[in-house]
């Protein structure tokens, strides 16, 4: 398992207290500590000093022989990296009355590689934690590693960001494949280098009632998902949400730019920000989903460089009953695909459309 045993048999002997040896000649039981980003699967095992960034809950599992086993997981950071600590059996113990922001020592924990090439750090009965005292624990900053918006990409674990809210989504409830009933809610997350979705799972769908536009968010252990060329985030039982947390020395983000893109440069696949004229009288239709009934708006929108359907989906097709050929519009973060009218746009949870004031004839 990456560790050293010794064992004494009957050639073997063992001396209690050897006169000829000092005590004093031999290491420290926790020396050896070393930073989160000098850990290596090559070691084996490692010790480290962390502070506790979160702390899940403890599962009993059972093992092939009957017997109940204990497992925990938290995540634990210096001013290096963070890994997660996995604690087996006594070791659950040791975690015991710890919170978020305590200090801790990893003694000789087994080092594992998962197969995406993240370290974790296991803790069994051949090692320890224990709390570290005031001004012994790594000092760090609340956002350190924190990933930006604009870095997301499909496939990441245990992302943290720190994002303001843009717009609160409602409560949904669906069938689980499996069988059950689930809870979805869609917050509109921003920082000063994009906008996306974070998607709430359950038990964390409660946020919904407890935050608006403005507030800011610190949310761990996220992940993230691809859906219609999107790469979106999401909160499970794992994750953790902090609502206007304090950090010295932030003063909110800035404005992010949008950028507008020409219909003429439109391609499949990717989402975009545009701005032009209603070019035909919008049409309107009811739509069978797996949410439900939903409204949708279809009209033509042209600009200097060319002409493209669009369709406005559920709350922006009721906005859609405003408008009237001529009057200028500029739509943000829509989705072009193939439809039956070839390349269009069509809009999602993060679309929106501004009417641009006196510009057109509204009739």
């Given amino acids: 398992m990456g560790g050293v045993e010794v064992h004494v048999g009957f050639r073997g002997e063992v001396q209690v207290n050897p006169p000829d040896i000092k005590p004093e ?83 000789n924990a087994r080092v594992r590689e998962k197969a995406t090439g993240e370290l ?32 997301l990409r499909p496939g990441l674990q245990e992302v943290d960001v720190l994002v303001e809210v843009v717009r609160v989504g409602e409560v949904r409830s669906f069938q689980r494949p499996g069988g059950g009933e689930g809870r979805v809610a869609t917050l509109i997350v921003r920082d000063d280098t994009g906008v996306v979705d974070l998607s709430l799972w359950d038990e964390k769908t409660e946020l919904i009632g407890r935050v608006k536009p403005g507030d800011l968010l610190l949310v761990r252990g996220a992940y993230t998902r691809e859906r219609l060329g999107r790469v979106g985030l999401n909160l499970g039982r794992r994750g953790v949400v902090e609502v206007n947390p304090e950090i010295p020395g932030f003063s909110g983000f800035p404005e992010v730019e949008v950028r507008e893109t020409p219909i003429s440069e439109i391609r499949e696949g990717r989402t975009y920000t ?86 057109g004839e509204k009739g």
């Avoid at 709350?315 to 200028?328: S, W």
Wanted: charged residues 25%; negative net charge.
């Fill in 25 to 107: 000649d031999f290491p420290e039981v926790e020396s050896g500590v070393v930073k989160i980003g000098e850990v290596k699967a090559s070691m084996g095992v490692a010790s480290v000093d962390g502070v506790v960034r979160s702390l899940g809950q403890v599962y009993t599992f059972t093992r092939p022989d009957g017997s109940q086993g204990r497992v925990m997981r938290l995540r634990i950071a210096d001013e290096t990296g963070t890994v997660y600590l996995v604690l087996w059996n006594e070791a659950v113990d040791d975690a015991e009355g710890l919170s978020e922001g305590d200090g801790v020592r990893v003694v």
């Fill in 274 to 359: 545009v701005c032009g004229v209603v070019d035909s009288v919008p049409e309107f239709r009811e739509v069978s989903t797996f949410r439900g009934e939903a409204s949708v708006a279809s009209f033509y929108l042209r600009d200097d460089t060319g002409r493209i359907r669009v369709s406005l989906w559920r709350d922006l097709a009721q906005a859609a009953e405003g408008l009237v050929v001529g009057m200028r519009v500029r739509l943000y973060d829509l989705y072009a695909r193939m439809g039956p009218f070839g390349l269009e746009l069509t809009s999602g949870v993060l679309s929106r459309m501004e009417v641009l004031e006196g510009a």
């Fill in 120 to 151: 974790e750090l296991h803790l069994d009965r051949a090692g320890f934690l224990r709390r570290l005292e005031a001004g012994q624990a790594p000092s760090i900053s609340p956002i350190m590693g924190i990933t930006k918006v604009s870095e």
